[in-house]
């Protein structure tokens, strides 16, 4: 049975059924994508709506041509693979399309796989066989003769995949259970619902009792957050408990019509409190509910598993070990027995009990999934009492793995939890290792960082080290970074390594002691660095740029050491990205004297090798240093073109999404405009996609902004600006731990005192670290020594 096949919903949701239906027909009406989020507690009837949503959609729009798919987040563990939910919904995607009948309409969605998501390709086994013997990921698809070039990101893969598909009809892809999800999962389904136009319907359902009793804002939580405040429409349902009737009514065909004494009807409807998944586990307890009393639900399931046999009591825990979801070739082999015998017993557990359902395979192998996450973690917990035996399992389980011919992302991710959990440290290790490798080139830096720390753990070496240290760099952890470079560089001399990958790591350290203003430490890896490296090369080219970094922005601004180090890396290297990094150093090294002529043409430059290299971040950054230049020159014009066109890069390729220094910049440009309400809004948004460590860097940002408006425009300006903030508070469209920090800043930026040092008042007031003030402080003066005599020497004062 397939997850779009007829359901059996054992509760009727007709209100709300409706209500989303109506959503998905305006949307296959207009042409206009739609995002629907539900949200609703353990129990309460997600699934089976959502189930039951799908079909329907199915159904009723057959005519033109909708596709749907449905997947479903797992407990996140370290077995849970990033982008797992979506991996389903593609897989469930393209098995409806398979049995919809319609030969060229698969055949055309495998094209279009080949054609614009080839790592996406290996999530679904039957696309694999269509485009032919070897076509399985990006790197075989590459391989068979298709340009490197044509690989680009997993995101701009699904996008352009998706847009490809909506060009021919509707989709509706429906993600559950996104409380499992990992950070990677939730910025893609973000993304993809801000940035792609057509007929896409987004259904997004969680708990949201999982969110909480966090110190922070939980990534889900700031996605909704996000959507509700840049896509309006987005609606937000929450599925509330069943009333007395309808848990009446859910019992009544969870007991397949059979006769309940008043009393027990009244008990399981008492006890259930509206929960659907409690009401119906009573229900199947029979008369067995007079002799229990259960608290909560689980002690609810523990009484429906207890009535099972011993054997299938452990069948189903052995089930659990492999995952909510499960191979049943995998759990054959895993409990010794015969094949057929198995799937016998889970049809028994599946129509008498109600407690295994089928799923969609995994490429040639069968699964069945567990009726209910809780279930799931009932079970792992029993099974996990045996210690020796669980262990014993999972190591049965990893020969099993290890037996399998081809390993796609998941296997390998599942892999080394299998052997973290089976005490395998000699496996734990190089399994975790090749894992976070592969997670971290997908972008799933969480993950990837995960997994690093469980190599590091098992297996410390030069390379699980270093691959930690680059986790925990493009998260931006720089202190936790510089920490990992110096461990792997401590034991670069106890394995064969290549020269170069030795000094990959000390750049990679220097930058993140560049990062942490440890600026004697930068001065003294580098200085090391070159004298290692004297020829003319990649890593010299590297650390000399660094050098360049640290002239213009250290303790110390060398502007004249600066431009000398950007034309030796210019002369030395023909590679378009290096150019266009010495070129914009060059050019904001001669902003920094005072020679805004000058700095303009080297940023033009800059730009021309960025589009040079092809590389989209390249001309990001490059346009990004043009900008800041015509911010110090208040050629706000300019500024404001240079912004909007940042803004349409990061949002068409994904570049510097997830925290746009341009969002920062926006909101100073509208500011010193006189567009106060504009400024604001941009500042939140800022404000919100900001990670937590730097928010006393994003505060002091803000005091900056208010101080120069002051004395540019007059104190009211400044004021206005404070004002609109507090609007953007009252609008609810900031998370509540975000909101109420914002609202102490705007407080205290009130008693600010004219003409106030804005470093100072930071330190002073706002409680931040003096590094942090310094750092804002500089990036927001783009390290000129005095903004007001820039300007003054171009003309520009109070009020200009």
Known sequence: ?????????????????????????????????????????????????????????????????????????????????????????????????????????????????????????????????????????????????????????????????????????????????????????IDLLTTIALRIDGPLILVLAFRPDQLRGQDQTHPLQRAVYRLCRYRPGTMVMELPRLSSADTELLVRRATKGAVLPAHSMSRIVRLSAGNPLFAESLARLGDQTDRVAPQQITAVLEERLSYLTLEDQRLLETAALIG????????????????????????????????????????????????????????????????????????????????????????????AAVAVAARDRAKAGPLSLAAARRQLALGAVSKARELADIAVEHAPSFHSWSLLAESQTVSGDHSAGTRSCAAALALSGAEPLEPDQVAGVRLLWARNLRMTCRWDDVDRVLDELLAQHLTSGEIRAEALILKAEVALCGPVQDTAGCIDLCESVASMTAAAELRSRAFGHRGLAHLAAYEPLEADRWLTRSIEAAEDSGHPYARYEALHWLSKKTMACLELERSWALLEELGRMSRTSGVASDNPPHLRDSSRVLGLRGNHAGAAEAFARYLDVSLSPGLDKVATTLTCQVIELDGLRGRESGAELLAQLRVVCDRDLLAADRRERLIRLLDTLDGRAPGADPVEFAIARLGVASDDALAADAIFRFDVPSLTKLRSLLGHGAGS
């Open 1 to 185: 049975m397939s997850r779009l096949a007829e359901p059996a919903p054992l509760v009727d949701r007709v209100d709300e059924l409706a209500e989303l239906l109506g959503r998905i027909e305006r949307v296959v009406e207009t042409g206009a994508g739609d995002v629907l989020v539900v949200q609703g507690e353990a129990g309460v009837g997600k699934t089976s709506l959502l189930e039951t949503l799908a079909h329907h959609a199915v159904q009723r729009h057959a005519d033109r041509g909708l596709l749907a798919g449905y997947g479903q987040a797992m407990l996140n563990s370290l077995a849970s693979d990033s982008f797992q939910a979506v991996r389903e919904c593609l897989r469930s995607l393209t098995s409806w399309a398979e049995r919809s009948g319609s030969r060229s309409r698969l055949e055309r969605l495998a094209r279009s796989f080949g054609e614009h998501a080839p790592d996406w390709i290996e999530s679904v086994p039957v696309v694999g066989q269509l485009l032919a013997a070897g076509v399985r990921t990006g790197r075989t698809f590459a391989a068979s003769g298709h340009d490197q070039a044509e690989i680009d990101s997993r995101l701009d893969q699904l996008l352009r995949f998706i847009e490809d598909l909506l060009a021919d009809g509707p989709v509706l892809m429906i993600l559950d259970d996104l409380h499992w999800a990992d950070t990677a999962t």
């Open 324 to 415: 909510y979801s499960f191979e049943v070739d995998y759990l054959a082999r895993l409990a010794r027995l015969d094949i057929d015998d198995v799937y016998d017993r889970l049809h028994v557990l599946f129509e008498e009990y109600a407690l295994v359902r089928p799923a969609e395979p995994r490429g040639d192998l069968d699964r069945y999934l567990i009726h209910h996450p809780l279930f799931a973690e009932i079970l792992r917990e029993r099974g996990a009492q045996n210690a020796p035996r669980w262990r014993r399992q999972h190591a049965r389980f990893l020969e099993i793995l290890e037996a399998e011919p081809h390993w796609d992302d998941e296997t390998q991710v599942r892999a």
